[in-house]
């Protein structure tokens, strides 16, 4: 099970065995053995590719369901006897800053080295679906101040004010105690329309009844950063953030009374956290939770 999904994954039986550390015939020659015991081919395979057949997309998400489940097992049972091991997969939105993500996997990885590490970057509601579905064990998510995590559980991290962020030359830069009314007329650059890092921005505009102009769309801060300090628009970012990342600096900021605020939370899913899970949340300072572990 663990071939047929490198093959799936690389589309090539090479690299798929490269991955599994296994020479390719030996490989080639379980998955057809495999392909036998099933009475069904698994793969197409041409000069060219190599796909799944209807048969391989049936058997896939069970095989992955199947190879997690055996891995749960070895490490729950490890656990018993004080080790902690197994896979441990981690997603983080660009701008988290209640935690130090790098700092925590250190100490994680001093305590418990048979940890196997995976980090994905992505916007809070598809990473939020993510956790529920058991493709990532643990996430760092920043919502609106209105929202909460849904179908994960979840802990309350920190809470957090947006705040302006200029060009150097900006007439507002470094200006303290401005209302969002002071912004209206401005170009804006923000996260793409609908997502929670865009929601937040969006919904302070909205109670005080003003609309505003979103010339620019950019999945990351770094980008936000550059179209800013070419004068080309202003953004807004968390408060905390800016204090932790180098890339933005130069930039002016300017606080604003009525701006955007958001909540990062940690999150984990459901029934509860595995033994990787667990202690890498110790190593941010949350303990080892109960599933049922939430903010009040």
Known sequence: MRYVIAVAE?????????????????????????EHELGAALFARTSRQVRLTAAGEAFLPAA????????????????????????????VIPTVAAVDVPAALRD???R????RVSLRTGPSDTLTPDVAAGRLDVAFLGLPSSARPSGVHHHELARDRLVAVLAPDHPLAGADGLDLADLAAESFVDFPYGSPGRAQTDQAFARAGLGRDVAFEVTDAPLMAQVIRHGLAIGFLPSAYLRRAPELGGLATATVRDGPSRTEYVIWGKPGPTP????FLTAIGLGNPSPGHSAP
């Open 10 to 34: 690389t589309s090539n039986f090479t690299r798929a065995a490269e991955r599994c550390h296994v020479v390719q015939s030996a490989l080639s020659h379980q998955i057809k053995r495999l």
């Open 276 to 279: 990787a899970t667990g202690a």
């Open 112 to 115: 418990h080295p048979q940890v």
């Open 108 to 110: 994680l990885r001093r």
């Open 64 to 91: 992955r369901q199947a190879l997690e489940a055996a891995e749960r097992a070895a490490a729950d049972a490890a656990a018993t006897v004080g080790e902690v091991r197994g896979r441990l997969s981690v997603g």
